[in-house]
T-cell receptor, first 114, second 110 residues
Framework: AQSVTQPDIHITVSEGASLELRCNYSYGATPYLFWYVQSPGQGLQLLLKYFSGDTLVQGIKGFEAEFKRSQSSFNLRKPSVHWSDAAEYFCAVGDGGATNKLIFGTGTLLAVQP | DSGVTQTPKHLITATGQRVTLRCSPRSGDLSVYWYQQSLDQGLQFLIQYYNGEERAKGNILERFSAQQFPDLHSELNLSSLELGDSALYFC?????????FGPGTRLLVL
């Protein structure tokens, strides 16, 4: 069965520091991968997605993610974090079938120190 | 703004009651998905509709049901509510592989 693991429940970084959030997936075929962000009291906003092609994908708000098939990973990165990036981040895999339902990781809560 | 709307934003009710959550998808999207976000279960897929027809079911309780209407809006009906049904319920819509989420309905069962 498909699954997504986000090993870090909570991460704290200083403003201006770089960020990497880890995501590992388990999926039999080529996965459809997503990162969503949830700010307090808000819905889920799509940051970026990977379907095929270039394994480094750019998203909104200066985020990027790299798909590494050999490591079954899709880590999210940002070179310089802003205080407004404090939120919860979810990695998800689409099951690729007719339903394309999303399977989510447990999320990583990002805190940004001034 | 994703273009997906959900009403109401908040809902407080008592155990044993029935509620209806409403979702309007983005213009042109035929697929609607419902997800539940709770502290103990995380984000879980409940059910999907495509152009009025049920397409897939996930971890949806028998007390819960959904439908999609000809104008493509969808409703999620939750009945015989229990304390454990308290959660954030999201609707998402898509016309391809990418799902866009609404702001959610926060349900509190007392």
């Amino acid at each position: 069965a498909q699954s997504v693991t986000q090993p870090d429940i909570h991460i704290t970084v200083s403003e201006g520091a770089s960020l990497e959030l880890r995501c590992n997936y388990s999926y039999g075929a080529t996965p459809y991968l997503f990162w969503y962000v949830q700010s307090p009291g808000q819905g889920l906003q799509l940051l970026l997605k990977y379907f095929s092609g270039d394994t480094l994908v750019q998203g909104i708000k200066g985020f990027e993610a790299e798909f590494k098939r050999s490591q079954s990973s899709f880590n999210l990165r940002k070179p310089s974090v802003h205080w407004s990036d404090a939120a919860e981040y979810f990695c998800a895999v689409g099951d690729g079938g007719a339903t394309n339902k999303l399977i989510f990781g447990t999320g990583t809560l990002l805190a940004v120190q001034p | 703004d994703s273009g997906v709307t959900q009403t109401p934003k908040h809902l407080i009710t008592a155990t044993g009651q029935r509620v209806t959550l409403r979702c309007s998808p983005r213009s042109g999207d035929l697929s609607v998905y419902w997800y539940q976000q709770s502290l103990d279960q995380g984000l879980q897929f409940l059910i999907q509709y495509y152009n009025g027809e049920e397409r897939a079911k996930g971890n949806i309780l028998e007390r819960f049901s959904a439908q999609q209407f000809p104008d493509l809006h969808s409703e999620l009906n939750l009945s015989s509510l229990e304390l454990g049904d308290s959660a954030l319920y999201f609707c998402a819509s898509s016309s391809g592989r990418t799902q866009y989420f609404g702001p959610g309905t926060r349900l509190l069962v007392l």
